[in-house]
T-cell receptor, first 113, second 115 residues
Framework: KQEVTQIPAALSVPEGENLVLNCSFTDSAIYNLQWFRQDPGKGLTSLLL?????REQTSGRLNASLDKSSGRSTLYIAASQPGDSATYLCAARSSGGYNKLIFGAGTRLAVHP | NAGVMQNPRHLVRRRGQEARLRCSPMKGHSHVYWYRQLPEEGLKFMVYLQKENIIDESGMPKERFSAEFPKEGPSILRIQQVVRGDSAAYFCASSPPSTVAYEQYFGPGTRLTVT
C-alpha cells in the first residue's frame, strides 16, 4: 500500500533563500509523481509532474527530482519570494492504481520579507 | 476553456441533513475524481468515475456516501444524514479520456461544515 510522507510539516524562511521540500513514498512502483501548491481556502495548482522514467523536471524557479530506488522526491525552490507562501503537496500515482493520487500531508511554507 | 467547476463553494448543513456537492469537469474531460481533505490533513481519494460508471470507489465510506456521473450534467457527491465528522473540503478533479500522464486538474473545492 502506497504511503506518502512530507517533511518538514512547516517551514519559515526569509525572502531570497533557496529551499528544499522533501517527499518520500513507500512503494517504488510509481507511475509518476506530482507536486501541487495549495493556497489557504483554495484549490490545488499543479506545479510539476515527473514520470517514473524521468529524474527531474524544471519550471522557472522550481525544480523537482525523483529517485525511485530510494523512494524520494524533492522540490527545490530557488530565490524564494513572499508570494511562494502556501502549502506544497506531493502526490504519487502508483503503477497498480494510476487512477488515484496518494497525497502527503503537505509542507506549509511561509516566506517573510 | 473554463477549469473544473464546483458548487457550492461553501455548504452548511445540520446533523442529519443531506449534502449534495456538484462538479463540472473541464470541457472534453470524461473522467472525474473526488477527494476529501480533513482539517490539517492531506487529500484522500474517494472515488473515480467515468460517464455513467463508477470505476473505483475504494476510498468511499461504506455508508451514507454515494457518487454519480450521469450522461448529461455534473458529477454529484451525495452525503446522507451528515455528521460532524463529515466537515471537510471536498475536491473534484477531472482528466481527459486518454492521457499518458493521467494528469488530474482540480477544482476549487466545496467546504462542508456540519453544525
Amino acid at each position: 500500500k502506497q504511503e506518502v510522507t512530507q517533511i518538514p510539516a512547516a517551514l519559515s524562511v526569509p525572502e531570497g533563500e533557496n529551499l528544499v521540500l522533501n517527499c518520500s513514498f513507500t512503494d517504488s512502483a510509481i507511475y509518476n509523481l506530482q507536486w501541487f501548491r495549495q493556497d489557504p481556502g483554495k484549490g490545488l495548482t499543479s506545479l510539476l509532474l515527473i514520470q517514473s522514467s524521468q529524474r527531474e523536471q524544471t519550471s522557472g524557479r522550481l525544480n523537482a527530482s525523483l529517485d525511485k530506488s530510494s523512494g524520494r522526491s524533492t522540490l527545490y525552490i530557488a530565490a524564494s519570494q513572499p508570494g511562494d507562501s502556501a502549502t506544497y503537496l506531493c502526490a504519487a500515482r502508483s503503477s497498480g492504481g494510476y487512477n488515484k493520487l496518494i497525497f502527503g500531508a503537505g509542507t506549509r511554507l511561509a516566506v517573510h520579507p | 476553456n473554463a477549469g473544473v467547476m464546483q458548487n457550492p463553494r461553501h455548504l452548511v448543513r445540520r446533523r442529519g441533513q443531506e449534502a449534495r456537492l456538484r462538479c463540472s469537469p473541464m470541457k472534453g474531460h470524461s473522467h472525474v475524481y473526488w477527494y476529501r481533505q480533513l482539517p490539517e490533513e492531506g487529500l484522500k481519494f474517494m472515488v473515480y468515475l467515468q460517464k455513467e460508471n463508477i470505476i473505483d470507489e475504494s476510498g468511499m465510506p461504506k455508508e451514507r456516501f454515494s457518487a454519480e456521473f450521469p450522461k448529461e450534467g455534473p458529477s454529484i457527491l451525495r452525503i446522507q444524514q451528515v455528521v460532524r465528522g463529515d466537515s471537510a473540503a471536498y475536491f473534484c478533479a477531472s482528466s481527459p479520456p486518454s492521457t499518458v500522464a493521467y494528469e488530474q486538474y482540480f477544482g476549487p473545492g466545496t467546504r462542508l461544515t456540519v453544525t
